[in-house]
């Protein structure tokens, strides 16, 4: 019902810059929260960076002055701008988004597939 799809991953040396985007599409009510993930080989997935519908962010420490989320609530996407990219950031991203279906019940968390980003010289 609902679908989330990202672009933007690739390779990119250290000091470069990627800007990721994802969609939301199908059917559904109400997109709230929206994120980005991580996730490196042999480690946990961990927040990156959220965003309210009202604009409200918040970010991992590891990433505070270089990466920027955003989102266009009517359009029912959100994007992650980094710079200053390091070999440690890389990972699969993946976008999350807390989906209301219909106007009751509660919300749920969808995921999109992931996409790859690898920083290195």
């Known amino acids: 019902q609902v679908q989330l799809v990202e672009s933007g991953g690739g390779l990119v040396q250290p000091g470069g810059s990627l800007r990721l985007s994802c969609a939301a599409s199908?059917?559904?009510?109400?997109?709230?929260?929206m994120a980005w993930y991580r996730q490196a080989p042999g480690k946990q997935r961990e927040l990156v960076a959220d965003i309210t519908r009202g604009g409200t962010t918040n970010y991992a420490d590891s990433v505070k002055g270089r990466f920027t989320i955003s989102r266009d609530v009517a359009k029912n996407t959100v994007s992650l701008q980094m710079n200053s990219l390091k070999p440690e950031d890389t990972a699969v991203y993946y976008c999350?988004?807390?989906?209301?279906?219909?106007?009751?019940?509660?919300?749920?968390?969808?995921w999109g597939q992931g996409t790859q980003v690898t920083v290195s010289s």
């Open positions: 199908g059917s559904f009510f109400r997109i709230y929260t």
């Open positions: 999350k988004a807390d989906v209301l279906l219909s106007t009751i019940g509660l919300p749920f968390a969808s």
